[in-house]
């Protein structure tokens, strides 16, 4: 089965860049949607969606907070799949995971196999 690995999170001011990624390994991401959300603090129990991407990479969701801020890429030939960040808020300050579901859109519920997260912290 399919294990994820998030990378690229780290401290930056308001108004910055980062890009995350979400490496695969055990097998490939052409099986699967992908989908990002983050875990804000003090909101334990709830992990907002953030944006998912079709296994084809032809259809993209993103949730309203983020939509002409954020985009998400795939690369299925690395088996990878982005997240660029721009115009970072504090307010997108959380813990960011990817995750993969065959089927899966903007519900948490549905998506099969999470990475362990990484953590972003955006300075006002």
């Known amino acids: 089965q399919v294990q994820l690995v998030e990378t690229g999170g780290g401290l930056v001011q308001a108004g910055g860049s980062l890009r995350l990624s979400c490496a695969a390994s055990?097998?490939?991401?052409?099986?699967?949607?992908v989908g990002w959300f983050r875990q804000a603090p003090g909101k334990e129990k709830e992990r907002e969606f953030v944006?998912?991407?079709?296994?084809?990479?032809?259809?993209?969701e993103y949730a309203n907070s983020v939509q002409g801020r954020f985009a998400i890429s795939r690369n299925n030939a690395k088996n990878t799949v982005y997240l660029q960040m721009n115009s970072l808020k504090p307010e997108d300050t959380a813990v960011y995971y990817c995750?993969?579901?065959?089927?899966?859109?903007?519900?948490?519920?549905?998506?099969?196999?999470w990475g362990p997260g990484t953590q972003v912290t955006v300075s006002s």
């Open positions: 944006a998912s991407i079709h296994r084809t990479g032809v259809s993209t």
């Open positions: 995750a993969a579901g065959p089927w899966a859109w903007q519900n948490s519920h549905d998506y099969d196999h």
């Open positions: 055990g097998d490939t991401l052409l099986s699967y949607n």
